[in-house]
T-cell receptor, first 118, second 111 residues
Framework: GAGVSQSPSNKVTEKGKDVELRCDPI?????LYWYRQRLGQGLEFLIY????????KSGLPSDRFSAERTGESVSTLTIQRTQQEDSAVYLC????????????????FGPGTRLTVL | SQELEQSPQSLIVQEGKNLTINCTSS?????LYWYKQKYGEGLIFLMM?????EEKSHEKITAKLDEKKQQSSLHITASQPSHAGIYLC???????????FGTGTRLKVLA
């Protein structure tokens, strides 16, 4: 498809288990973002990948969270030892990416993965 | 730090009525994005505004960015049940690429 895809769409797990969320960005998009949206709250930036540069991990809430991206394609967000407060919708977005800072860059979002930690 | 405030938080209107959602920034916006979110679906990009005073329309939805680039409004004319959802404004930070988002406006349109 032409859009950003994410899998799984829903994930229910037990507290303490590890989970892995996948994002397939739009082909040709060099930038990829992960966000978290807790119930009733706005989007929270987690991590940003831009090409082959070192990712910006400044939004990751704890060391239980990690993300990887293979080149300019698939990304996985891993949450280790899940906690109930990790329950949220995890959204991935991709964009063409930017060369100069003065350009704007529209992000296109996937459908999200709804994570429920029991 | 830059913040985006949206108002109202929720809105219930009768089908056919017009409505406006506002998004206000504490600092000058670099780029302002409007998204629509439906339950079980991803965010849908609606419009992006960059220049002060800019106005864009798509079907019955019009978005404006004020001259100071600190406030944007989203106006829906003759609302329909299909307009129901959560509307989010988002903006790029002035000093980094990270996006910030408002908390959203939940719109319900009664048939």
């Amino acid at each position: 498809g032409a859009g950003v895809s994410q899998s799984p769409s829903n994930k229910v797990t037990e507290k303490g288990k590890d989970v892995e969320l996948r994002c397939d960005p739009i082909s040709g998009h060099t930038a990829l973002y992960w966000y978290r949206q807790r119930l009733g709250q706005g989007l929270e930036f987690l991590i940003y990948f831009q090409g082959n540069s070192a990712p910006d991990k400044s939004g990751l809430p704890s060391d239980r969270f990690s993300a990887e991206r293979t080149g300019e394609s698939v990304s996985t967000l891993t949450i280790q030892r899940t906690q109930q407060e990790d329950s949220a919708v995890y959204l991935c977005a991709s964009s063409l990416g930017r060369g100069r800072r003065t350009s704007t860059d529209t992000q296109y979002f996937g459908p999200g993965t709804r994570l429920t930690v029991l | 730090s830059q913040e985006l405030e949206q108002s109202p938080q929720s809105l219930i209107v009768q089908e056919g009525k017009n409505l406006t959602i506002n998004c206000t920034s504490s600092k000058t916006l670099y780029g302002l994005y409007w998204y629509k979110q439906k339950y079980g679906e991803g965010l849908i990009f609606l419009m992006m505004l960059q220049k002060g005073g800019e106005e864009k329309s798509h079907e019955k939805i019009t978005a404006k960015l004020d001259e100071k680039k600190q406030q944007s409004s989203l106006h829906i004319t003759a609302s329909q049940p299909s307009h129901a959802g959560i509307y989010l404004c988002g903006a790029e930070g002035n000093h980094d690429y990270k996006y910030i988002f408002g908390t959203g406006t939940r719109l319900k349109v009664l048939a």
